[in-house]
């Protein structure tokens, strides 16, 4: 990826990184969705973690998901039913989820510069899915509905003279 990254681009990047992350370790897919319906006053806790990736270019990436998506998930991945997946066990199974689709789409870039990725960093627990953190202002969030629940994820990119 250039500089001058599209949207279309990174896009396109993130549904083939998604795709494979999601189908080859978890065994499940994912359906690009606009907006999920409103909870109806139910309140749906989640994770959110960030990462930063630093090379051509560098940046942020968000990954939220529901606390039970992320139960569903590591229960697959660790072999367990999903109410013995323990709270820092989701917490682990969603940052790990991070590193892997981030390092899927980062390695994808038209850059012949190395891009370093930081350790993925929990932001929010037990927040309501609708209150999520945003990015200020990202290049890209998309939306997911797994079988197993709700996933969305962002990239922000540093300007040049923000490196």
Do not use: K
Request: glycine share 8%.
């Amino acid at each position: 990826m250039t500089a001058n990254h599209s949207q279309v681009d990174l896009r396109a990047l993130l549904a083939v990184g998604v795709g494979e992350v999601l189908e080859t370790m978890f065994f499940t897919e994912a359906e690009p969705v606009d907006a999920f319906p409103p909870s109806q006053g139910e309140i749906q806790p989640s994770i959110a973690v960030v990462m930063h990736f630093r090379g051509m270019p560098s940046g942020q990436f968000w990954l939220w998901l529901g606390a039970d998506t992320a139960a569903a998930l590591g229960a697959g991945f660790l072999g367990l039913d999903p109410d013995e997946v323990s709270a820092g066990e989701r917490e682990e199974i969603t940052a790990e989820l991070a590193n892997m689709i981030c390092g899927a789409v980062v390695s994808r870039f038209e850059s012949e510069a190395a891009i370093e990725l930081s350790a993925p960093v929990v932001v929010a627990r037990d927040i309501d899915f609708d209150r999520i953190p945003m990015p200020r202002d990202p290049a890209l969030v998309q939306r997911y509905q797994l079988q197993e629940g709700r996933m969305a994820v962002a990239f922000d990119f540093q300007q040049d003279e923000d490196r």
